[in-house]
């Protein structure tokens, strides 16, 4: 164990109150100067990181023994805020906005619990200590004056605007996009961070400016930092010799990717073969990136930091640059590609006899697209298939396997959420020019089962080897929730079993299959989602709920996902460690707990910037349709109006105000409105005929009345 780790052993397994310096001094046996030195260095250390905390009366102790918890405060448009803990088993804790302190969200701080939380409330608690300011740069709209000016913050969460002095206003114009710099920190809630301005984006209407403004907003880089493409220079463009030494040659086999046709970071490729014993062995081939991405160098502490590939609606920011994602680790047809390859056997019945992983060479027969395959499997285009001609029998046998894998997943219970995509398209200068439903075909569904069964195999791998890992989970949801989504169910009409113990995912499945084609399939679909917990990286195996899975990782993207490149590692470092000593199994939990934390921060950050800039483009596509009429149906009712889905899955409210023939009252057991003189009732599902009134695009709302 490390200096470190005896001081947090101490204190939060030996110690039986908060001690005083000199009692830790004592305790862990330090007589020296030099070591009384070190001691002091490292306490200091673990108190800036939240690890440890030290009283008004410089006493020190651990926050999970002195009823204080660390986390990131995550604002609302509203005031109060929530503490994410750190500790995700944690519940989060509410936060009032007489409690914050001086908090803003995205700062990092310790927390007291002061109210206990029941069985339909949160725990409710104060701000003791912000550690880290989390949102130093804040992007907004400038309001200008005479003497000074606000920035307007695009995020509601954050909720201050930003004071800005007349001399740091440089030429900014009022109502332009800019990035301001917090230099000053209030000392109270009633005061403003004061700041400069570090960039203008640009006037809101020019071209790009409103994604680039989402791309600031949640602290995305557009750029790779010099040392980083200095320390490409270091990556070859090229295969080597040397680089294929000690690898499994696989060039002979039949090996395609399938992706979409826009796609440029191939980072998965799949082959099948039968075996002489009537069994398939199924080959999922991932872009050996780790082989190119060191531990420790600049390429990998910006990967890291990243987190996650972010795919907003008209540019794509890369975990890794250009040079490795669309390159030398991109899995390009008919090339020689390093790869870990994890080989599968599976019966035709789909169950798994057996499986290895590999680091390998391969070369990939074709680049296949989702639409190419789609068009093979109707079989309605002889000139694809003789194209193809060389792998279209191991086309269908893949497509039979891997039906045969969705369907055993389903009957183990596995919950289908199946909610249609939008896709936006856009002309050169980013305007939209049309909104369709993303497809989802037989091509897209053979390589999604083909990458869960090789998530799968994997984290069983690690678990039977009782080996520090990173699985991504998904808990079971909380019973209260539950509970009052049975409650809501059982309002249409539906029925959800009341299970003691265990809670199993396939009642939820049994449900969706029972609604599916009902014009309740939508809102039942929707508020079950939201009764779920979110999927999340962890260390500990908590089994994945919606998969119905014991045992689930992610392995197979590793161009795009950090977790799934530190799952390469382990897999190299398993197969070349014969015996995994103690200090190194310590140091490796530590630092995958932390890397699983800060993955999921990005990765929920990174969704929440795709779906920003995909609504931000629908509403402007909404534009252009100002007093068009459209049919669409009800997805939604709530006591201030219902909202309508449209065929392209724009979704818009019909406020109460405007529905002017009757006053409508919102019945609770049925979720509907019903008109108190005419008793004409609007349900979810039920199809209507609305008009386009109004559209704010920076809101990302559009507004109907009905026709």
């Not at 300011?133 to 992007?139: F, L, M, P």
């Not at 074709?366 to 068009?375: A, G, I, P, Q």
């Amino acid at each position: 164990m490390t200096f470190r780790d005896n001081i947090i052993s101490y204190l939060k397994d030996e110690a039986s109150r908060p001690v005083s310096f000199e009692e830790l001094k004592k305790a862990l046996k330090v007589n020296k100067k030099k070591q009384t030195k070190r001691l002091s260095k490292i306490v200091e250390k673990l108190i800036e990181d939240g690890s440890l905390v030290r009283t008004r009366h410089g006493y020190y102790g651990v926050p999970e023994r002195m009823n204080l918890v660390v986390g990131m405060v995550q604002g609302n448009s509203k005031g109060f805020a929530f503490l994410i803990p750190e500790e995700a088993s944690n519940p989060d804790i509410f936060l009032s906005p007489n409690d914050l302190h001086g908090a803003l969200h995205g700062d990092k701080v310790v927390a007291r619990v002061h109210k206990e939380g029941g069985s339909d409330k949160r725990p409710e608690g104060e701000v003791v200590r912000i550690l880290e300011r989390g949102s130093k740069e804040i992007v907004g709209t400038f309001e200008k004056s005479k003497a000074y000016g606000f920035v307007l913050p695009d995020d509601n969460r954050f909720s201050k605007d930003i004071f800005v002095g007349k001399d740091e206003m440089k030429d900014v114009k009022h109502g332009e996009k800019v990035v301001a710099k917090i230099v000053e920190w209030p000392k109270n809630d009633k005061k403003s961070p004061v700041g400069v301005i570090e960039r203008i984006i640009g006037d809101p209407g020019d071209p790009g400016v409103d994604v680039e403004s989402i791309v600031y907003k949640y602290g995305m880089s557009l750029d790779f930092p010099e040392k980083v493409q200095e320390h490409l220079e270091k990556v070859p463009d090229e295969i080597r010799p040397e680089d294929k030494e000690e690898r499994r040659m696989l060039q002979d086999l039949d090996i395609v990717t399938i992706d979409g046709a826009d796609a440029k970071d191939l980072d998965d490729a799949v082959s099948l073969e039968r075996l002489d014993n009537g069994n398939y062995r199924l080959g999922v081939h991932i872009a050996d990136v780790s082989y190119y991405v060191k531990e420790g160098t600049p390429l990998d502490l910006e990967a890291r930091e990243r987190g996650t590939s972010v795919y907003l609606v008209d540019r794509v920011l890369p975990m890794l640059p250009p040079k490795l994602s669309n390159n030398i680790c991109s899995l390009n047809p008919k090339i020689e590609r390093l790869c870990m390859s994890a080989l599968i056997e599976i019966s035709p019945k789909g169950e798994v006899s057996g499986y290895e992983f590999t680091p390998s060479v391969i070369k990939t027969n074709h680049r296949l697209t989702y639409d190419e395959v789609n068009e093979i499997f109707a079989g309605e285009d002889k000139e694809l298939e003789e194209k193809y001609s060389d792998v279209v029998d191991m086309l269908w046998d893949m497509k039979e396997l891997a039906e045969t894998l969705r369907e055993n997943r389903f009957t183990e219970g596995a919950i289908d959420f199946d909610f249609p995509e939008p896709e936006v398209l856009l002309d050169e200068s980013g305007k939209p020019t049309e909104i369709r439903t993303r497809p989802r075909g037989h091509g897209e569904r053979l390589i999604e089962e083909f990458m869960l069964a090789a998530n799968k195999v994997v984290a069983t791998f690690f678990y039977e080897a009782d080996y520090p890992f990173v699985y991504r989970v998904h808990e079971e949801p909380d019973e209260d929730r539950v509970s009052d989504f049975r409650t809501f169910v059982q309002k249409l009409g539906y029925s959800l079993p009341k299970i003691k113990g265990e809670m199993r995912p396939i009642y939820f499945q049994k449900l969706l299959e029972e609604v599916k084609g009902k014009k309740e399939e939508k809102v039942v679909s929707q508020i079950m989602l939201r009764s779920m917990k979110q999927a999340r990286y962890a260390t500990e195996n908590l089994g994945h709920f919606g998969l119905a899975f014991k045992y689930y990782t992610h392995f197979t993207s590793p161009i795009r996902r950090y977790p799934d490149l530190i799952v390469h590692r382990l897999i190299r470092e398993k197969l070349n460690t014969k015996e995994l000593k103690k200090a190194r199994r310590k140091r490796l939990e530590q630092k995958l707990t932390k890397i699983a934390y800060h993955s999921s921060l990005r990765e929920q950050e990174a969704t929440e910037a795709e779906r920003e800039s995909v609504d931000l483009k629908m509403a402007e596509y909404m534009e252009r349709h100002i007093g068009d009429e459209f049919d669409g149906i009800i997805s939604s009712v709530t006591s201030f109006g219902m909202f309508v889905e449209l065929p392209n899955l724009v979704e818009g409210l019909v406020h109460v105000s405007s529905m002017t023939d009757d006053y409508y009252n919102y019945d609770e057991n049925t979720h509907s409105l019903v008109g108190e003189r005419t008793g004409k009732i609007f349900r979810v599902g039920d199809e209507i005929k609305i008009r386009v009134t109004n559209v704010v695009r920076s809101e990302q709302s559009v507004d109907f009345e009905l026709v």
